[in-house]
């Protein structure tokens, strides 16, 4: 799929305000720092398009993207992120959760998770929510120019072995790297595929 639009429609606290359900839409989400919205800009091939920082904590709002005039890109706060207070984390928990639930075009989500990280508890608690809740995820490991092609492959290896303990299969994946570009034609290639639904 060829990008030949991204437009930042608006950013809201509630769903509810959310703008009017009636396109397909595809959410980003993972911890805190791990790469979502610099993910979101290197799809839509915009520097700035969505707002990134090295300070974790920088996407506090659901955020939408319109690309294309037909489908919506969102951008959502970070989960599970240790400095930030106790306060803030239940706040952006009950948002993102919230939306997640009722957001009734939303057609699939995509897990974002650092390479370089062994597998976390709170990736495999959030994914297990979201399934017990019906929502369709990939998993999309993020940062893989920091790593060597090899180690790439051995990550992804140690990620599929501990899926492998909960899950019956491993979700299907994307290894990206914002920095390089690498991933995006295939996850615009499973939009595209959703889309034509
Ligand atoms: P929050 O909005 O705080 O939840 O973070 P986020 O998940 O949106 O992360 P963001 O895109 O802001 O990126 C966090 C930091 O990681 C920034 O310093 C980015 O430049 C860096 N980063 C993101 N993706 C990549 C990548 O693919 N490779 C490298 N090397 N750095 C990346
Ligand atoms: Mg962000």
Redesign the pocket.
């Known amino acids: 799929m060829k990008i030949t639009q991204a437009n930042f429609v608006q950013s809201n606290s509630e769903y509810q305000k959310c703008p009017v359900p009636d396109k397909p839409e595809y959410a980003f989400i ?1 911890r ?8 979101i800009n290197s799809i839509v091939q915009r520097k700035d398009l969505a707002k ?3 300070t ?4 506090q709002l659901i955020n939408h993207f319109l690309i294309n005039q037909t489908w919506y890109l969102v ?1 959502l ?2 989960y599970g992120y240790a400095k930030v207070s106790k306060t803030e984390r239940e706040k952006f928990g009950t948002m993102i959760h919230d939306y997640l639930t009722n957001r009734e075009n939303l057609l699939c989500t995509f897990v ?1 998770v650092d390479i370089r990280h062994e597998p976390q508890k709170v990736d495999m608690e959030f994914m297990a929510s979201i399934a017990n809740s019906g929502i369709p995820f990939y998993i999309v490991f ?5 790593l060597s092609k090899t180690q790439v492959e051995n990550h992804v290896e140690v990620y599929k072995t501990k899926m492998l303990e909960t899950w019956e299969e491993m979700p299907q994946y994307f290894v ?4 390089k570009g690498s991933g995006r034609e295939e996850i615009l290639a499973a939009i595209d595929e959703l889309n034509l639904g």
């Open positions: 993972g805190s720092n791990v790469g979502k919205s610099s993910l990134t920082s090295q974790p904590g920088k996407t951008d706060p970070g974002l993020t940062k893989a120019d920091k990206t790297s914002s920095v």
